[in-house]
């Protein structure tokens, strides 16, 4: 072992007293052994930072393993009372459908808006909001008619406060008083109902659907039916109401905006109809025209017709001037028949005229008719020719009037059109009025017509009949209880374990003062007694002793140290019994063995050997009161002696310090084969040390779960201080049941520890 790992470094020089056999080959043995060790425990330690010991952890709660099923059992034990004096709740369920928006039963536009298709998480989260608020659970309230008894009733307290009225009764007066006070404020009785009624409500969404569970929880079944139907309806009628509320909202809105409507319609009428009185303008046809307007427009399609009559007047009067008659003209009239008859006479004539002369009397007759046919022609020609200039002379003045009335109009037309630009603008906003009427009043009639006839978006699928109780229940309760305080338990041992500062297993021993551990002897059953055990040589006491004499034996070089000094950091750590052990299994082996009481304070080993009547011992031989035969007793044992404490000195250090003890134990080295010293504790006295720095070596002994780790390490500290050899270590009193496991080396025994032979049962390795 390093000096580092030491608690303080070990001298390297200085003297020694007289007596102290000084031989570095044993220092050096020791030295490397306690090296040895301290290097493995330093790698098991680093190999331990890198991983969870999850089997330490199991050790721990195998040994505290008592108060995590006390801790388990309070806590199941807490757990089943609460269930007891829990008030049941009981929890009814109404089933409804939320749907966007109702079946549209006539195509007329709706006051709120549509159901577009799709999933709205937004609106399903407003309708669970508005399941829950306030104003719905107050018209539940106000629907139920809660009078002050069921509020009561409902308002029971909890197991907390029933332990509380026990432990405060409330005076029949007290309660009087705040029976009164609740019921003399009505808003404040409904306030609490409303309390009640939000206090229970619950909304349990159904999953991948549109359906919606409304729960109701309260002490009374009934109830909770009552108010989870009452919820739904109530939800319903809201929703209803709110819609028939946006649609007399707009009937209303849309009435007065007719009204104002209407009124600006009559008004910009009436100053339409005064302006056009006023400006004598009238406005027929449905474009709005004034009348010279429409008079102009008539003479100019009326002026285009005769310029039209005057072009074919003037081109047929053109044709009749030039000789060519027109043809439609021509057959209107005689001239065709005449000239027919007139064909036939000259036929005639020229027939006649190869019989006879021009002048003959039967000739003449024809020639005057052809002559008088030929003055008719004429004269028909001269008909045709002179209807056709009446013609186009009547088309031609036509034509000059028509001009003539228009350009007169033109003028009053241009006098009208100036007067009609605010006839015009006055009319435009007529026409606007109007419209807007018109929109107003057929929106109104939609509104009107849709308020009633769109179906509810809200529907009840079930309703609840029963109520079903939820709670307290046992078995969760139980098992929720199990789990805490499974929980709780290995919490409280863990932080236990953590807290506990003191030395209970070998490997403690070996990590926190770095010394090796000689032997570990098990703790006596609360029957057993320290005697008994030693004196049955097949016990676990007995042959746990044994295996530390083996272990002295190969603690040096040289075998065990001659003189041993067994001494611990306190008292009551077993150093007496361990002395006298050690002390009868040396002496088992045919060595003479002398056990010196040095404890001079407060012995105890006198009494454990029964020799309380032997007045002389090491107090009188170190104060040369006696010789060292007459402090030596016999102890009843083959091979071994003991020198008791004897009388206690006033100062026991001084008496230790002297030469007297350093001469005593020259002599019996020489005497005895085994010395051992039943030593006192070393914090808080000079003595052990002083008696350590004198013998070859010292065992340290450390009871397990008692002895301090910083009082062991600073007694390591004060023995190393008086370069004590410290061999080793012994832990005693260790009881491998309630650690949890065993001590990793050496042997551990089963079957009522009891280590047998022959068909007894045996001694197992660990």
Known sequence: MTEENYPVGAPEGGDQLPARDDRPSARQVATIRSAATALALDIQEELRDDEIDLLAYWHILV???????????????LSLLLTLLTTPMYRASVLIELQKEGNQVVQVGAVQPGDFGGWDPEFLQTQYKLIQSRSLA??????????????????????????????????????KVRAAEARRDAQEQLNQATGIVRGG??????????LVKINYDSTVPGFSVRVANAVAEGFIASGLERKFGATSYAKTYLEDQLKLTKAKLEDSERKLVEFAQKENLVNTGENGQSLAIQNLTQ????????QDQRIRAQARWQQASSGAMPADMIGNSNIRTLQSQKAALQGTYQQKLQTFKPDYPEMLPLKSQIDELDRQIAQEIGGVRASVRAEYNAAATQERMLIGQISSLRSQALDVDGRSIQYNILKRET?????????????????????????????????????WRIKPDPLTNIFLGILLGLLLGVLVALLQEFLDDTLKTPLDVEQKLKLAVLGVIPKLGAKDSVMAASANSQSSFSEAYRSVRTSLQFSTDHG????????????????STTALALARNFAQLGKRVLLIEADLRNPSLHRTLGLQGHGIGLSN?????????????????PGLNVILAGPLPPNPAELLSGSKLVSALTVVVERYD??????????????????ANAVDGTLLIVNSANTKINAARSALKRLLAVRARVVGALLAKYDVRTAGYSYGYGYHYQHDAYYAYGGKPKLTKG
């Open 138 to 175: 107050e018209r539940v309230a106000n629907e139920l008619s809660l009078d002050q008894a069921t509020l009561d009733s409902l308002n029971q307290p909890g197991w907390f406060g029933r332990m509380s009225s026990l432990l405060r009764p409330q005076s029949k007066e007290e309660a």
């Open 674 to 691: 085994q010395i051992i010293l039943d030593g006192p504790p070393v914090l808080g006295l000079a003595d052990a040390p002083i008696l």
């Open 560 to 575: 065990v140290p001659k003189t041993l000094l067994v001494t611990s950091s306190g008292p009551g750590e077993g150093k």
């Open 431 to 467: 026409d606007t009025n109007r419209q807007i009427y018109d929109s107003l009043l057929q929106r109104f009639k939609e509104v009107g017509v849709a308020g009633g006839v769109r179906a509810n978006n809200i529907s009840i699928i079930d309703r609840a009949q029963t109520a």
């Open 621 to 637: 031989l170190l104060a040369g009161g006696c010789t060292l035969a007459e402090a030596t007793h016999d102890s009843g044992e």
């Open 63 to 77: 040994k505290r393993r008592w108060m995590v099923l006390s801790i388990l059992a309070g806590v199941v034990a």
């Open 201 to 210: 409500l619950s909304v349990e969404p159904v999953r991948d659907s549109r």
């Open 299 to 306: 003479l100019n399609a009326a002026l285009a017709t005769a």
